[in-house]
């Protein structure tokens, strides 16, 4: 079967880092999305793996073993407006326009 | 500016009636998606489609309906053979030729009393 697994939920102190795993089994593989959803927003794209290795873009990188089916995303010099669910998502085989999403990680950062 | 818009953002209808959302895109994608989202759950994929004209069942496609005669809309319709319709309901669309990412609409959140 296809499963997308992640914590349910995280605490974090305003400037510390966090980090948000992600794990994977899906059938066939083309890219691993990171999205930030604000509560009763919709998503917003944050950042995409599709190679092994880390992807950096300001305060936030992501990072993807496909050999591990593993993926995380880190935040630095957290912000209280970071607090949100963070959806880890997985683009199926190409040729497919298939996106399987994870349940999501709901994020607190504290004062 | 090019995005993804939905309409009602609030929608109210009693059980037994059908109800339709609107999508609507400007970003010239190919493919639309349905997702459902519950409190607490991620998205759960309902219909997609990746070309005008057709259009596949995803995940929980039971209960729901949609079209797609054109490239820029994708309309879903809630029927009354759906048992639990109250949900927020996502829309979003995606190029096959650029980075993949979907671009989601705002959402409409559906209560069927």
């Known amino acids: ?111 | 500016d090019g995005g993804i818009t939905q309409s009602p953002k609030y929608l109210f209808r009693k059980e037994g009636q059908n109800v339709t959302l609107s999508c609507e895109q400007n970003l010239n994608h190919d493919a639309m998606y349905w997702y459902r989202q519950d409190p607490g759950q991620g998205l759960r994929l309902i219909y997609y489609s990746q070309i005008v004209n057709d259009f596949q069942k995803g995940d929980i496609a039971e209960g729901y309906s949609v079209s797609r005669e054109k490239k820029e809309s994708f309309p879903l319709t809630v029927t009354s053979a759906q048992k639990n319709p109250t949900a927020f309901y996502l829309c979003a669309s995606s190029s096959d030729y650029q980075l993949y990412e979907q671009y989601f609409g705002p959402g409409t959140r559906l209560t069927v009393t």
Not at chain 1, 4 to 13: N, R, S
Not at chain 1, 25 to 38: A, D, I, K, V
């Open chain 1, 1 to 111: 079967g296809q499963n997308i697994d992640q914590p349910t939920e995280m605490t974090a102190t305003e400037g510390a880092i966090v980090q948000i795993n992600c794990t994977y089994q899906t059938s066939g593989f083309n890219g691993l999305f990171w999205y930030q959803q604000h509560a009763g927003e919709a998503p917003t794209f944050l950042s995409y793996n599709v190679l092994d290795g880390l992807e950096e873009k300001g305060r936030f990188s992501s990072f993807l073993s496909r050999s591990k089916g593993y993926s995380y995303l880190l935040l630095k010099e957290l912000q209280m407006k970071d607090s949100a669910s963070y959806l880890c998502a997985v683009r199926g085989s190409s040729g497919t326009y298939k996106y399987i999403f994870g349940t999501g990680t709901r994020l607190k950062v504290l004062a």
